[in-house]
């Protein structure tokens, strides 16, 4: 079993970054996919970013260009360093792992290990 927990979550300003982090337990996770996503206030989750085993990475059209995913195999951690930070991103944002990380997977079914969440607020 895959235990996730995510950290890094917080208040600031439209226009501040934060980085996110997922460090995951309970097995190595090297060969496994990551992948961030989040749910803002009544709406449903959805995808933001995601990272093969390989490196490779896709993204969310919202996010493209302000969010970069990263990951650390030796730490079993996975990043979202977050720029350019706009009031719609404010969601609790969750990471997710996925046993088949050949591929970048950016749906919620693909996914069979998830984090509690962690609370990003940005103010306007």
């Known amino acids: 079993q895959v235990q996730l927990v995510e950290s890094g979550g917080g208040l600031v300003q439209a226009g501040g970054s934060l980085r996110l982090s997922c460090v995951a337990s309970g097995r190595t996770v090297t060969n496994y996919g990551r992948g961030w996503f989040r749910q803002a206030p009544g709406k449903e989750r959805e995808f933001v970013a995601a990272i093969g085993w390989t490196g490779g990475s896709t993204y969310a059209d919202s996010v493209k260009g302000r969010f970069t995913i990263s990951r650390d195999n030796a730490k079993n951690t996975v990043y979202l360093q977050m720029d350019s930070l706009k009031p719609e991103d404010t969601a609790v944002y969750y990471c997710?792992?996925?046993?088949?990380?050949?591929?970048?997977?950016?749906?919620?079914?693909?996914?069979?290990?998830w984090g509690q969440g962690t609370q990003v607020t940005v103010s306007s």
């Open positions: 997710a792992a996925r046993r088949h990380g050949s591929a970048v997977a950016t749906t919620i079914q693909q996914y069979e290990y």
